[in-house]
């Protein structure tokens, strides 16, 4: 778009080029979509879900490089539509000025010239023989139209001044997308001809790497903006990046850390091999029992994993179980158990819902030699900021999926020192990104609250056969009345580790609050 003069400029259609705008934003906003129920077939394809052999790795690497290519295509386009939109904004405004500018000229009688210049007509001599009223009536006369005249010069300029930036913009416009090979009004042929341009442009770049600190909402926009291939080779080369990066899929960080886990049980004397045969014993549990299972967070030399039993990516009830001391990864089956059960419960309160259930070892709960630790709150800092981290993180992630319900039921269940682990989480600035939370036999919290723990639900269950809930060495008593959360049902006999027992009323309540269907008041 040229720069015209001022008739031109007010003459300009600008409905039918912001209805072309809006066309092209309705095709790049369908590419996204597009382009991610694609990958996961290549997903599947790569991982032999339905078809195994050279045939579908030839399909799964075929559909790679349409990722690939689409995710240029989007990147193009979303850029020159940005361009684009700020050139219909400013050829908006140089319109209506310019025909303000007309309008007005032709009112007051000057003449306004294609490059905004105006001339005023000379103005009559005063009439012989006036009164010093008509002079004063006939000067302020001339002075007003002089200043009119200049009101409508400013139009005029104004609108040429919006005019050469919407030119400017539109021409820029068609820059971003001589990546995909468009140049001068020409485009590739076919899609070989687009995916040759877009392979001399590479697949990433190094520096776009996230850096230490950046936000779970950063880092799912930064990932959604990467191709299939680009996915690919980070989670190959970056394991341990990709892997406990919060704001990814699940599915990515189960990928980059089962390579972890592959390399953790290749030495059998490195520190974290114990924790690595654990963890592979309990994967291999639930898959050779057919059940979805993803390894969400690993790290084999620090001793800490949390894993998901069923889909974190598509699972409209998520239940994060954090336990309290005495437990490691070794005993990460027996908290499988617990997350299974946990599961099913809410199976059974909706039997609709799709549910996933995490055994969340975030941190490494006092035990052991170090069973002193949990007379103090240290650990459960720690843990509490990698659980709000990660909480975080599994909201950014589906917040980005174009495909994907993006706005899961969260409910973190804490179990004795968990719930300290819990309180914690809450205390760190910004909201916790949980519906829900269920304190189960809990030693108390700092919070003389429920409402503190920023959840709009707070659940607890005590038992009178429990000693550690009657504690309350960390602060408050979640049972007591004052402290306003909705108790769950015990018996009086429940021990402090049989709360997710099926034995036990506790275990149904819970399923109905990782559901949704328990009445919270």
Known sequence: MSAPGLTAVAAWDVALFDGAVYTLEAVTERLPPWRARMEAVARVLHDAECWSGDAAQAAARALGEVSGVVTAVTGAL?????????????????????????????????????????????????????????????????AAQAAAAERVAGLAADALRAAARAASAAADSATPLGSVGVTRGAAPPDYAGLAAAVALGGVWQPACLPVTGTSPESVAA???????????????????????????????????????????????????????????????????????????????DDSLVAVVYGDLDTAEDVGVLVPGVGNGVDDVDDLGVDARAVAEAAREAAPAATVATVAWLGYRPPAGP????????DVAAQG??????????????????????????????????GTVVVDEAGDLPGRLDTDAVVLLGSPGIEEDRAADLEADEVYDATSPFDPVSWLGWFGFSTWEESFGSTALPTEWHTQHAEYHSARHPTLAAIGEVVAGTREPG
């Open 384 to 417: 509490g900021a990698a659980l709000a981290g990660d909480l975080a993180g599994l909201a950014a992630s589906r917040a980005a999926d174009p495909v994907r319900p993006a706005d899961p039921r969260v409910t973190v269940v804490g179990h004795s020192y």
């Open 222 to 300: 930064w990932w959604a903006g990467l191709s299939e291939p680009a996915r690919s080779y980070l989670t190959s080369s970056q394991p341990v990046l990709v892997g406990s990066l919060d704001g990814l899929p699940a599915w990515a960080r189960d990928r980059a850390n089962r390579l972890l886990l592959e390399r953790a049980l290749e030495d059998p004397s490195s520190a974290g091999y114990g924790t690595a045969v654990a963890v592979a014993a309990e994967l291999g549990h639930e898959e050779a029992a057919g059940r979805p299972v993803q390894l969400w967070s690993f790290d084999a």
């Open 78 to 142: 979303g850029t020159s539509l940005d361009r684009l939109e700020d050139t219909a904004r400013d050829a908006r405004t140089a319109q209506d000025l310019a025909e303000q500018a007309l309008a007005e000229a032709a009112a007051l009688g000057v003449t306004v010239d294609e490059a905004g210049g105006v001339v005023v007509p000379a103005a009559a001599a005063p009439a012989a023989g006036a009164t010093p009223e008509a002079l004063a009536d006939h000067y302020e006369a001339i």
């Open 370 to 377: 170090g069973l002193w630790r949990a007379a103090g709150r």
